[in-house]
C-alpha cells in the first residue's frame, strides 16, 4: 500500500499518515513549500481528480464482472514536481537555499545524496548531468557546512573511498566535485580517519594539478587532515605523492585563488606538520633545507591567515570575506625618514 501511495502523493504527506493522520489530513488541505514538501492547490486538485477518475473505472469494472482485479497504471507518478530533482524526498533545489532545515530522515538522506552524486559521477559528469550534478554538490557544500553532525553518518557508509577515488579523475567536472565532496569529508575526525585508509592525498596531488582553481579547497583540506591526526598514515601517503616538492611549488608560485595569503598559510602548516612526523622527520627536513621559498616562508607566524577559509568562497557559494593581513615571501626593509607629507592646497583649514 505505501509504494502504491508514494506513487501518488509526495512521502512527506505518506509519513504523516502513519504518524500522525490528523496532521496529514491537514497537510493534504493546505499548500507548502519546502525541502520536503512542494503541495499546491492544483497538485491537490489533480490528485483528487484522478483518484476519483479510477475509483469509478474499478466500480464499472467491477460492477461488470464482479472479478474484475485492479491494478494501478504504472506509468503514472502524481508524486512528483516537475522539473524539481528529489533525493531522498528532499527538493535538493529548496534545502540549497534553507540548508538548516531539520531533515526528516537525516541518515537516509545522506546515503540517498551521495548515492546520486557517485551516480553522476561514474557517467563523467557531462554535459547531460551538468546542471543536475552542480545543484547536487552545491547541495551537499550547503547542508554538510551549516549541519556538520550529519558528517557522522558517512563514516560508515562506505561512500568516502569511492568519492576519493575520483579525485584523480581525467573529467573537469567529476574533479571538482570530488574536491569539494573530499573536503567536507576532513572537517569530520571520523570520516578523516577513514581517509587515512585511502590514497586521499595522491588524489589531492591529482586534482590540484588538473584543476589550479581548486587549490584552495585543496589545500584547506590538507591543512584539516594534518591538523587532525597525530597519525603517520598521512605523512606516509604525503611523500609517496611527493606532497612536498608539489606544495613548495605552490608557495612559490602566484596562487590564481581568492586568498592566497591564507592557502600558502596553510601550506606551511602541513609542511611543519609532516616535518614534526618522529618516523619521517629527517627525510622531511632534509627536503625543505634543500628549498630556498622554504626558508623564506618557515620562520613567519601565519596564525592570523587560517581563520578565513577559502574553501567556504571558492567552491559555489557566498562572497569572498576579508582577511586581517598579508603573507608575503621575506619583508621589506623599514625606511629610515618618515615619507613626505601630502599637502593639499585647494582645502582651507576653517577655524570655529
Given at each position: 500500500v505505501r509504494l502504491i501511495l508514494n506513487k501518488v502523493l509526495p512521502?512527506?504527506?505518506?509519513?504523516?499518515?502513519?504518524?500522525?493522520?490528523?496532521?496529514?489530513?491537514?497537510?493534504?488541505?493546505?499548500?507548502?513549500?519546502?525541502?520536503?514538501?512542494?503541495?499546491?492547490?492544483?497538485?491537490?486538485?489533480?490528485?483528487?481528480?484522478?483518484?476519483?477518475r479510477w475509483t469509478n473505472d474499478l466500480y464499472n469494472a467491477q460492477r461488470d464482472d464482479p472479478n474484475s482485479i485492479w491494478k494501478f497504471p504504472e506509468e503514472v507518478s502524481l508524486s512528483g514536481t516537475s522539473g524539481e530533482v528529489v533525493v531522498?524526498?528532499?527538493?535538493?533545489?529548496?534545502?540549497?537555499?534553507?540548508?538548516?532545515?531539520?531533515?526528516?530522515?537525516?541518515?537516509?538522506?545522506?546515503?540517498?545524496?551521495?548515492?546520486?552524486?557517485?551516480?553522476?559521477?561514474?557517467?563523467g559528469g557531462g554535459t547531460g548531468d551538468g546542471e543536475t550534478l552542480e545543484l547536487i554538490v552545491s547541495t551537499?557544500?550547503?547542508?554538510?557546512?551549516?549541519?556538520?553532525?550529519?558528517?557522522?553518518?558517512?563514516?560508515?557508509?562506505?561512500?568516502?573511498?569511492?568519492?576519493?577515488?575520483?579525485?584523480?579523475?581525467?573529467s573537469l567536472p567529476v574533479v571538482r566535485a570530488a574536491t569539494l565532496a573530499t573536503h567536507q569529508f576532513t572537517n569530520n575526525q571520523m570520516c578523516g580517519s577513514v581517509l587515512e585508509s585511502t590514497d586521499v592525498i595522491a588524489g589531492l596531488v591529482a586534482a590540484m594539478k588538473l584543476r589550479p582553481d581548486m587549490v584552495g579547497v585543496a589545500c584547506e583540506?590538507?591543512?584539516?587532515?594534518?591538523?587532525?591526526?597525530?597519525?603517520?598514515?598521512?605523512?606516509?601517503?604525503?611523500?609517496?605523492?611527493?606532497?612536498?616538492?608539489?606544495?613548495?611549488?605552490?608557495?612559490?608560485?602566484?596562487?590564481?585563488?581568492?586568498?592566497?595569503?591564507?592557502?600558502?598559510?596553510?601550506?606551511?602548516?602541513?609542511?611543519?606538520?609532516?616535518?614534526?612526523?618522529p618516523l619521517h622527520s629527517e627525510q622531511v627536513a632534509a627536503i625543505l633545507d634543500k628549498s630556498s621559498v622554504w626558508k623564506e616562508y618557515k620562520d613567519q607566524n601565519h596564525g592570523l591567515f587560517l581563520e578565513d577559509s577559502p574553501a567556504r568562497r571558492e567552491g559555489i557559494e557566498g562572497a569572498p570575506r576579508g582577511v586581517a593581513g598579508y603573507l608575503t615571501q621575506g619583508q621589506r626593509p623599514m625606511p629610515a625618514t618618515p615619507p613626505p607629507a601630502h599637502i593639499n592646497t585647494n582645502t582651507q583649514l576653517e577655524l570655529p
Open positions: 512521502s512527506a504527506i505518506v509519513d504523516q499518515m502513519r504518524d500522525s493522520p490528523g496532521t496529514a489530513v491537514h497537510i493534504y488541505e493546505s499548500q507548502h513549500e519546502n525541502p520536503d514538501l512542494i503541495w499546491t492547490d492544483d497538485s491537490r486538485i489533480k490528485v483528487s481528480q484522478t483518484v476519483t531522498g524526498g528532499v527538493y535538493l533545489r529548496l534545502l540549497q537555499a534553507n540548508p538548516s532545515w531539520v531533515l526528516r530522515k537525516p541518515k537516509q538522506f545522506v546515503c540517498d545524496l551521495f548515492d546520486a552524486l557517485l551516480d553522476i559521477l561514474a557517467k551537499m557544500v550547503a547542508v554538510l557546512s551549516a549541519q556538520r553532525p550529519l558528517l557522522e553518518y558517512l563514516s560508515a557508509l562506505g561512500h568516502i573511498p569511492r568519492v576519493t577515488n575520483y579525485l584523480s579523475s581525467k583540506s590538507l591543512h584539516n587532515l594534518f591538523s587532525g591526526s597525530s597519525s603517520n598514515a598521512l605523512v606516509d601517503q604525503g611523500m609517496k605523492a611527493s606532497l612536498i616538492p608539489f606544495l613548495l611549488g605552490l608557495l612559490e608560485a602566484k596562487l590564481k585563488v581568492r586568498n592566497p595569503a591564507s592557502t600558502k598559510a596553510q601550506i606551511v602548516t602541513c609542511l611543519k606538520t609532516m616535518a614534526a612526523s
